[in-house]
Each structure stands twice: as structure tokens, then as C-alpha cells.
């Protein structure tokens, strides 16, 4: 028996698992694209060809792929959910604190014992220590799966048994890099408009800051081939709306991002970098 399976291999994924093979940990990988598990086995994994094999293999599955639904549609069927009492879950799949409670009852409901995640960062973080990645759910649970999960990265978080708040706080700070983006093509607009020199307004902000990276990449043009593209965000911007009006919280900041966004994905920038927003906030585009 492995140590721990991994259910998706797609960017984020990919690099929790090289994380676990390079810290000795027996490995056991899963992909719906079976290509993507060849890099993994030639470091050593083991792949599989089912999601049940998969969760046989080892005691702890940790599941990273697009989306909560396709997590339930998955496990739902008869082979795979016989094989889930005792075993330990561990959902790092971005979602709304609704689905990650939606969940939680689904897979407690079968016996399973499980851990909701949130990463916050891109893969590159994964296993250095830049890497932030929050746990909710039983502090039991979370202290006997630590020293697994804390191969990952030093930034190991438990944030609580409230099982929705790591889902919670990674929208919270989704929601402030998502203020950022516009902000900052914003001005990056204004000083295109005004003449002003943006790598003078580049300064401004610290080496690896946010801001400076994105007007970088505007005075540019450097816009192909990003790490998260436009589209990805305008995702995570219609999930902040679903998490308002599911709490009834004002939706307007995400509103107004997310117009913007849905605007530049419209007009065929989705696969750029989301610093490409600021084509359709120049004044040619209005």
C-alpha cells in the first residue's frame, strides 16, 4: 500500500505529487488523461487506471482537479464509494465554503474522514517556502494527517472545524489579488492615457510585488503563456458572486471585476494573462 494517492495531475497537481515523490513517500497517481501520470511514474509513482484503484492503494487520497462537482461525480459510483469508511480525504480542489460543506456530509455520510484545503499560490510554490496551504475540519484528523501534508510546504495552516473556512479565507484572499488586477490596470490605463511612463509608476512597488509584475508585463505586452490565464480568473470571480448571494453579502466588488473580465474574455484575450484586462479599459476599446 502507498502513502498517499493523488487524483489529478493538471498543473497544481502534478506538483503535489513531485512533492510527496521527492520527499520518499510511496506515491499512487491518477489522471483522467492516463498521459499524464508518465513524468510521475519515471520519479517514481506508481499509476493507476481507475479512481477506485486509486483509493484502494493507499489510506489517504488527496484529490486536486477542477471542480467540486466533478470530485462528487467521480466517487459517487457504487465500486469506489464501498471502498471510502476509514479512509482520509483530502479535498485541495478550488470551491466556495458551500460545496466544501456539501461535501464534508456527502463523504461522512459514506464513512469516509475528511479534510477540506485551499492552496494559496501557484504551483511553482509548492514544497518551498513560499507555499501556503490552509486545512478546516476535524483538528484530530488534521494533526494525525500533518506530517504527510506538511511535505507540501512549511506554510501548513489547520484554520479550524468550521469545515467551509479554508474555502472562505482562500476567497478572501482571491477576492484582494482580484481588486489588485483591476486597480492596477486601471492605472496603468490612466498613465497610457496621460503619457505618463509606466515603469516610473512600476516603481512605485517593491521588487516581486503583484503590481510591478503586472505593469511589467502590460509595458510589455508580455501577455502569452501565463501561469493562471484571464479565463481562470473570471472563474474565480463568478465563484466570489455565487459565495455572496449564497450568504447575502453585497456581490458588488466581484460585480464589477467580473464585468470587466467577462468583457476581455469576450473579446478573445481568455487564455492571456489577466493583466490583458487593460486592453478593454483603454480608451480604443470603450
Known amino acids: 500500500m502507498s502513502d498517499i494517492s493523488t487524483l489529478g495531475l493538471g498543473l497544481m497537481g502534478s506538483a503535489l505529487a513531485r512533492a510527496f515523490v521527492s520527499a520518499r513517500r510511496s506515491v ?24 477506485s484503484a486509486a483509493v ?20 459517487e459510483t457504487p465500486d469506489v464509494i464501498k471502498l471510502l469508511p476509514g479512509r482520509v480525504i483530502v479535498q485541495l480542489t478550488t470551491g466556495s465554503p458551500n460545496e466544501a460543506r456539501n461535501a464534508a456530509a456527502w463523504f461522512s455520510s459514506h464513512g469516509a474522514l475528511y479534510l477540506d484545503g485551499a492552496i494559496l499560490g501557484g504551483p511553482a510554490n509548492i ?3 513560499r507555499a501556503m ?3 478546516s475540519g476535524s483538528p484530530e484528523l488534521f494533526a494525525r494527517s500533518s506530517a504527510l501534508l506538511r511535505v507540501l510546504g512549511p506554510g501548513t495552516r ?14 478572501a484572499w482571491l477576492a484582494r489579488h482580484c481588486g489588485t488586477y483591476a486597480g492596477v490596470a486601471h492605472g496603468a490605463a490612466i498613465c497610457e492615457a496621460e503619457g505618463a511612463d509606466l515603469e516610473i509608476y512600476a516603481s512605485l512597488f517593491a521588487e516581486g510585488d ?39 453579502i453585497s456581490s458588488e466588488v466581484p460585480d464589477l471585476v467580473a464585468s ?7 473579446a478573445g484575450f481568455g487564455e492571456e494573462h489577466v493583466a490583458a484586462i487593460v486592453k478593454v479599459l483603454r480608451k480604443e476599446h470603450l
Open 127 to 129: 514544497a518551498t517556502p
Open 56 to 75: 484502494t492503494a493507499s489510506p489517504v487520497v488527496l484529490i486536486c482537479i477542477d471542480s467540486y462537482q466533478t470530485t462528487q461525480a467521480l466517487f
Open 260 to 266: 470587466i473580465m467577462g468583457r476581455a474574455a469576450a
Open 133 to 135: 496551504i490552509l486545512y
Open 28 to 51: 499512487t497517481v491518477w489522471n483522467r488523461s492516463p498521459a499524464r501520470t508518465q513524468p510521475l511514474v519515471q520519479l517514481g509513482a506508481t499509476a493507476v487506471n481507475s479512481v
Open 158 to 171: 489547520f484554520v479550524g472545524d468550521n469545515i467551509g473556512a479554508a474555502a472562505a479565507i482562500d476567497m
Open 210 to 248: 503583484t503590481a510591478r509584475s503586472m505593469i511589467d508585463i502590460i509595458k510589455n505586452g508580455a501577455f502569452a503563456n501565463p501561469p493562471a490565464t484571464l479565463s481562470v480568473w473570471h472563474a474565480v470571480l463568478q465563484r466570489l458572486q455565487d459565495q455572496a448571494r449564497d450568504t447575502g
